[in-house]
C-alpha cells in the first residue's frame, strides 16, 4: 500500500475497521520532565498497549499514540534532516508505523525504541535523497542551525565574544575540503555515526575516519592558533 501524504502531518491513516485517525500538527519540541523508574514502565506498558491496538485497527489507540510519542519522534528527526523536512519525514514516520504496527515485538525493546529507530531511518532515507538530488556523493550540503539556535539571548559582551567565536569557525571551515566538511557535518550536526556516514554518502568507512580525523585535527590548529593571536 503507497502513502498518500497531504499536507504535513494533516494526513489521514485508512483504518480496517473504518475509523480514519486524522493526526494533528506536531506540538513543538519540548524537553520532557525526567520519568522516574515507575512511570516510565507505566509509560512504556501505555503505548505498547495502544501499539498493539493499532495494529488491530484501532486509529483512535494509534491517535492516543501518535500525541504521546511525536515530541520525541520530532525530536529525532529534526536532529538529523533540520527543519526543512521534518514535518514531511514525521508524516511519513507514522503512517509506516501504523502499517507496520503488527511488527513491534516488546520482547525486543519498548514501543518508543521501536517508533524512534523507525523515524531514525525515515530521516536518513530523506537525507540520502536530498543529498543524491543536490550533487551526489561528491556534493557538501549546507547545514544551518534552527532560529532559536542562531539567535541566542545573550548581552552586548557575550553577543561580542559569540560573533568573534563564529567568525574564527566559519574561518576554520573554510581550511577544509569539500568532503572533509560534509562528513564533519553529518557527524555534528546530523548526529549521524560514521557508518551511517559511509553508507549515507557511499565512502568506504576507513574514508570517512580518516576525514573526521583530518578534519579535527584541521580545525583544531586553525582554532588554536586563532585564539593565541586573539
Known amino acids: 500500500m503507497d502513502a498518500a501524504v497531504g499536507p504535513p502531518l494533516t494526513f489521514v491513516l485508512t483504518c480496517p475497521a473504518g475509523a480514519a485517525p486524522a493526526l494533528p500538527r506536531a506540538p513543538r519540541m519540548q524537553t ?13 506498558e501505555q503505548l505498547a498497549q495502544w501499539l498493539r491496538a493499532a495494529a488491530g485497527g484501532d486509529g483512535r489507540a494509534f491517535e492516543s499514540f501518535y500525541e504521546a510519542t511525536s ?3 520530532l525530536a529525532v528527526v529534526r536532529r538529523i534532516t533540520g527543519e526543512a523536512y521534518a514535518e514531511d519525514v514525521l508524516a ?4 509506516q508505523a501504523w ?3 503488527a511488527q513491534f515485538d516488546p520482547a525486543r525493546g519498548s ?5 524512534m529507530t523507525l523515524a531514525r531511518s525515515r530521516a536518513l532515507d530523506r537525507l540520502r535523497q536530498e543529498t543524491l538530488r543536490h550533487g551526489g556523493a561528491t556534493g557538501a ?8 539556535e542562531r539567535c541566542p539571548a545573550l548581552g552586548p559582551d557575550e553577543l561580542l565574544e559569540s560573533v568573534e567565536a563564529s567568525t574564527r569557525l566559519h ?3 573554510r581550511e577544509l575540503s569539500a568532503n572533509e566538511r560534509w562528513v564533519l557535518g553529518l557527524a555534528y550536526f546530523r548526529d549521524l555515526s560514521q557508518t551511517e556516514i559511509a553508507s549515507l554518502t557511499g565512502m568506504p568507512l576507513g574514508t570517512v575516519k580518516s576525514l573526521m580525523t583530518r ?9 588554536q592558533k586563532g585564539y593565541a593571536h586573539g
Not at 520532557?32 to 512504556?44: F, N, V, Y
Not at 511519513?92 to 503512517?95: E, G, I, L, S
Not at 578534519?215 to 582554532?223: F, P, Y
Open 92 to 95: 511519513d514516520c507514522y503512517f
Open 171 to 173: 574561518e576554520a571551515l
Open 99 to 101: 502499517r507496520n504496527a
Open 32 to 44: 520532557p520532565s525526567p520519568d522516574t523508574e515507575l512511570a516510565k514502565r507505566l509509560r512504556d
Open 111 to 115: 514501543a518508543l525504541s521501536w517508533l
Open 71 to 73: 515530541r520525541h519522534a
Open 215 to 223: 578534519s579535527q585535527q584541521k580545525l583544531r590548529g586553525v582554532l
Open 141 to 148: 550540503p549546507h547545514y544551518e542551525a534552527d532560529a532559536h
